[in-house]
């Protein structure tokens, strides 16, 4: 009974992958593609796949391909090498793009507007809370001190263990030792 029912189920995956040609295939069969330093699966759509670069939002994704003349939908997997050096020589350098797209506009260090992307931009974020801290900002006083910084409320939320509710045994503390009498004084 048991094989049958392994049978069965295998027919019932084969069926289900007919079905649904859209599911995604296991990790071993698809291609990579590295682009900035990030490998992204092959069959992700372009639009989809820039935006596992970190620094890529969906409005930058777009803007590259519109302004590169890529078609969105397409397979990473598809691209050619040309049009991959063509990404990423637009995302190091996008000339042509309004300023509110770009991720580091008017930068304290140069003053210029600039797109900052993978660990590039882990780093800036990182020089910038150390920045905050060492001035002792508000900002910086709240992430030193591991609070929300943007005006959350902390009464319900952001508590971060302080009681676990629930943990099931309570220890209880050893019972004192009666005082052992003096003999020096009576």
Same mark, same amino acid.
């Given at each position: 009974?048991?094989?049958?029912?392994?049978?069965?189920?295998?027919? #019932?995956?084969?069926? #289900? /992958?007919?079905?649904?040609?859209?599911?995604?295939?296991?990790?071993?069969?698809?291609?990579? !593609?590295?682009?900035?330093?990030? *490998?992204?699966? +092959? *069959?992700?759509?372009?639009?989809?796949?820039?935006?596992?670069?970190? +620094?890529?939002?969906?409005?930058? #994704?777009?803007?590259?391909?519109?302004?590169?003349?890529? @078609?969105?939908?397409?397979?990473?997997?598809?691209?050619?090498? @040309?049009?991959?050096?063509?990404? %990423?020589?637009?995302? %190091?350098?996008?000339?042509?793009?309004?300023?509110?797209?770009?991720?580091?506009?008017?930068?304290?260090?140069?003053?210029?507007?600039?797109?900052?992307?993978? #660990?590039?931009?882990?780093?800036? !974020?990182?020089?910038?809370?150390?920045?905050?801290?060492?001035?002792?900002?508000?900002? +910086?006083?709240?992430?030193?001190?591991?609070?929300?910084?943007?005006?959350?409320?902390?009464?319900?939320?952001?508590?971060?263990?302080?009681?676990?509710?629930?943990?099931?045994?309570?220890?209880?503390?050893?019972?004192?030792?009666?005082?052992?009498? /003096?003999?020096?004084?009576?």
């Amino acid at each position: 009974m048991s094989e049958e029912k392994q049978i069965a189920r295998e027919q #019932a995956k084969e069926a #289900a /992958k007919k079905v649904n040609p859209h599911l995604q295939k296991p990790e071993e069969y698809v291609k990579l !593609v590295r682009i900035l330093q990030k *490998d992204i699966r +092959g *069959d992700k759509k372009l639009y989809r796949g820039i935006c596992d670069i970190r +620094g890529v939002s969906w409005a930058f #994704a777009n803007a590259v391909c519109t302004t590169l003349k890529l @078609d969105k939908h397409k397979k990473i997997q598809d691209l050619t090498q @040309d049009e991959i050096q063509r990404i %990423e020589k637009f995302i %190091e350098d996008p000339k042509g793009l309004p300023e509110f797209l770009l991720n580091r506009r008017n930068d304290r260090d140069e003053g210029v507007n600039k797109h900052v992307y993978g #660990a590039d931009l882990h780093l800036q !974020v990182d020089f910038d809370i150390k920045r905050l801290k060492k001035i002792k900002s508000y900002k +910086g006083v709240r992430h030193t001190l591991g609070q929300p910084v943007r005006g959350q409320r902390t009464k319900s939320h952001f508590r971060k263990n302080k009681n676990k509710s629930g943990s099931g045994t309570i220890t209880a503390k050893p019972a004192a030792k009666p005082a052992a009498p /003096k003999e020096g004084k009576k």
